[in-house]
């Protein structure tokens, strides 16, 4: 099934495909950046180091690679299921993941800003569980993208 | 057309039992090409890790900010481990298991060798940067606050060369994933 799918997939869907495939996952990699350094910054000889960094990075990496990825999705959806053809559930779980996952990030990201100029603990460690619960997301999705649950 | 907030909840496809949602019905392949996908995602992710962290610490000569990315850079090793142990397992699973693929096809032995390629390109990128972190554990254990040799390996060293080099060559095998070329 995987193979037949894979086989008959135009070549006009890869650019769209890669796209969406690269932003994701350097997204994964930001949160999952974020997610550690502001859980383990108490830790660290330099909290506010690792608390900037990890703003910058949702900021400067995560953003972009979020908007590529769902520009991805979107060329890519209009390509996949055109006109009033009925999605499947694997497109469900991955705009359900993606579209909570934007409010979820962009609240982690305004609290990881707050963490950089105010330097409260649990700013960054609350921004560092969002970024984990993203992260938990994310795999869910990526199963989804995968598996293709019928 | 289901309205794209279908959710386990409303999507009609996903079973429910009482007043538990069991899980949709997924073939053993299809496990197989999503837990390929998610090790190439902890691959990719770990690279965008690393980069961060470079560009974080670029010429940094301050031995306590390199080593307070210690356990950041951890985490990016176990996502390197899992990325590279996956996607091979894996994808040379779907290749033997799939009719459509073969592992002999064009495109898997250039993925293969790319693999090979970027892991020894990376493995010599974390020697060179575990040498770096070494050194500012020491300095900082030391109570130095600066280190100009600190400095000049956070900036363009081998192990920053190598570390794009292997950038490069994920992204080519992602290219081969996606393009199959004479597939």
Redesign the interface.
Known sequence: ????L??IRP?SW?FP??LH??G???F???V??AA??QL?AA?????E??RR?AF??LLI?GLPAYIVFRIGAEWLYSKE?PG??????W???G??VADVGALVFLIALILSGIAVRKPKGWLSKSSGVLSAVILVG??VA????????? | ??P?????AT?P??KRRGNSVT?????L???I??????S???L??????FS??IA?LWHTD?P??V??????GL?GNA?VAIGLGGTIVFGVW?AIA????HVWDGWVIAALVLWLLGGLLGQQTGEGYRKTADMAAQL?SSGAARSPELAAAMGASRAFWLHWATVAIV?LI??DM???PG?
Do not use: C, Q
Not at chain 1, 84 to 89: G, K, T
Not at chain 2, 4 to 8: F, G, I, P, S
Not at chain 2, 33 to 38: K, M, W
């Open positions: 099934m995987i193979g037949l894979a086989s070549d890869n495909l890669f495939v690269t994701a996952a350097v994964f990699g930001v999952t950046l550690v350094a383990t830790r660290a000889p330099e909290p180091v690792l960094v910058r990075a990496v299921f009033d053809v009925e999605d499947p559930s497109i469900g779980i705009y359900l994310l795999v990526v199963w989804a993208m995968g598996a293709k649950p019928n | 057309m289901m794209r907030e279908a959710t386990w999507d496809k996903l899980f949709p019905r997924v073939d392949n299809d496990w090409l999503a837990l390929h996908l998610i190439a995602f902890a990719i992710g770990a690279l965008t890790i961060v962290m974080a301050d306590s900010a080593t307070s990315f210690m356990r950041v985490a996502l779907l799939l009719d459509a693929y900082s992204v992602v290219v996606i393009w199959k597939a």
